[in-house]
């Protein structure tokens, strides 16, 4: 592990947004977070700290982080991408993050769970037959899990999306149904597309699960450019009944950046997570990336309103008439932000309270096993 350079009189962003909330739309209370009516009226960089590519632990190399969630107990739970076939079993992890308002002092990682599949049995190391990305805290002590699956124009390659109830150990306990049209059919006519499904997550106070597509599906138009944006499903999911639920349409903008003259790959964003703040509003993560350039990082509030449109019985968004989720800007980071390069950041928690009563936010970035990237973590304090 190393410790990243520490941010010198990190300056307060103030933002053009103020969120109010009032009891009935307190703060979440699910994955060890605080309750109690909160504003955010600014962010304020904390510090960042890095474990550098190639750490092992156990034996197994420590990377691919997609997914955070603080536990009640005040650790976190991290979910590797990790697919099987090119670094082990599919696995998780529970760290250890000790911060204060001046500096991240230590990311300790504690244990790694392998996941397993019905039979019991931890999934397989030698293929791939998931994509996990997100991990939240159940509110009865057992984990959420979303994959994106994989695609494959082998049938015995292709495994569908999903989103999972697991226990501590790693265990599977149920899936949720999700509905067909997330799936992968071709990649090119219909469906989900490779790569491009279930990495955000959710609970909300209520207990309600929440997922999302990265990008848009097929039905729904082209994904993102450097010329125009593209629309997302946001997904709810009954806890209570394993069925889904409602719909709302994300709206997602063109990307910033292009890649550099000597990039190798297309400019790229997506929307890789979602935070609960209440029972209808998010704290969203935009990541985009230009290759030979960098990552841009813009975290949103969306907010599912009493007349957003459920659009779960809309085959295609393309042309339809709907109100989607309304998006408001709260932090836009560039490239080099304070001091700061920006890794691939996919995962958000809440974290625990400052000695002043201040809340905080944890972001961690996926490192995709590269050389040339870090497994961050950022930490925010949350100004009223």
């Known amino acids: 592990m190393n410790k990243a350079d520490k941010v010198r009189s990190p300056a307060s962003v103030l933002l053009a947004l103020v969120l109010a909330f009032g009891t009935a739309t307190g703060l979440a209370g699910c994955g060890g977070s605080d309750d109690g009516p909160e504003t955010i009226g600014s962010l304020r960089l904390i510090g960042d700290y890095s474990i550098r590519t190639k750490t092992l632990f156990d034996g197994v190399e420590f990377g691919g982080i997609s997914g ?12 590797s991408d990790e697919r099987g076939g090119e670094r082990g079993t599919p696995r998780f992890y529970n760290l250890g993050i000790q911060f204060d308002d001046k500096a991240i002092q230590a990311v300790t990682i504690r244990k790694m769970v392998t996941l397993k599949g019905r039979d019991g049995q931890p999934l397989p190391s030698t293929r791939r037959t998931v994509d996990p990305e997100g991990i939240r805290v159940a509110p009865n002590g057992n984990l959420y899990v979303s994959s994106e699956g994989n695609f494959s124009t082998d049938p015995a390659s292709l495994f569908q999306p999903f989103v999972r109830e697991i226990k501590v150990d790693g ?98 964003n997506g929307l890789p997570e979602l935070l609960a703040v209440s029972n209808n509003e998010f704290i969203a993560i935009e990541r985009a990336f230009a290759d030979g350039v960098g990552n841009t990082i813009r975290l949103t509030r969306a907010t599912i309103e009493p007349d957003t449109t ?65 497994t961050q973590f950022l930490a925010f304090e949350v100004r009223p």
Not at 68 to 79: E, Q, V
Not at 218 to 236: H, N
Not at 361 to 373: K, P, R
Request: charged share 20%; net charge negative; no cysteine.
């Open 68 to 79: 955070l969630d603080r536990a009640p107990d005040g650790s976190y739970w991290a979910i």
């Open 171 to 268: 265990s599977f306990v149920r899936d949720f149904e999700t509905p067909a049209a997330f799936n992968y059919v071709d990649n090119t006519t219909s469906g989900g597309r490779n790569n491009k499904l279930f990495e955000a997550l959710a609970v909300t106070p209520d207990g309600s699960v929440f997922t999302a597509n990265e990008d848009a599906l097929v039905e729904d138009g082209p994904l993102t450019t450097l010329a125009a944006g593209s629309v997302i499903r946001v997904l709810k999911l009954d806890p209570a009944t394993g069925k889904s639920g409602a719909q709302y349409a994300y709206q997602l903008p063109k990307i910033p950046l292009d890649k550099a003259a000597s990039g190798s790959f297309p400019p790229d």
């Open 310 to 374: 459920d659009v779960r019985s809309f085959k295609s968004l393309v042309g339809a008439s709907y109100k989607p989720m309304k998006r408001e800007l709260l932090l836009e980071m560039p490239v080099t932000y304070q001091g700061v390069k920006l890794d691939n950041i996919e995962g958000i928690s809440w974290g625990p309270r400052l000695a002043n009563g201040n809340r905080t936010l944890v972001l961690v970035a996926d490192n995709n096993f590269a050389d040339n990237q870090v």
